[in-house]
């Protein structure tokens, strides 16, 4: 992977809410805020600390950028297992129309933290996990 001058190496681990424009404002403000704790429960079930890792939040979505270390194996098979295990203990005890459906994609490119956010295409082509 070739460097360019402010952009680094970094797996970037993509999540967002499937629906969530449908839902109405209440389950919105829940998907807001259990999003972030599932996230962080899945990461630290994997050996993880999510506080270590750059995050960009948006709503019902979250882009987290981390340098590459060698343990993206790990995290591909751990998190993303953890992450499903988090999801299934949440919906399970909630009516159909609320749970919880979640899209996450793991990638690895050339990303540098911009003034707004993160810069770089290392999430495309988008693949779902």
Known sequence: MVEWPGF????????????????????????????????????????????????????????????????????????VRHLAAELREYNSERVPRARLRLRTVVHQGLVELADNGFAGRPWWPRRVC
């Open 8 to 79: 680094y190496p970094c797996t970037c681990i993509a999540v967002d809410a499937q629906a969530y424009g449908e839902r109405n404002d209440r389950r919105q403000s829940e998907t807001q805020h259990d999003l972030p704790r599932l996230l962080d429960r899945a990461a630290r079930g994997a050996g993880y600390d999510r506080a270590q890792w750059q995050i960009q939040r948006k709503g019902d979505e979250q882009l987290a950028v981390r340098p590459v270390d060698g343990t993206e194996p790990r995290l591909v098979d751990d998190y």
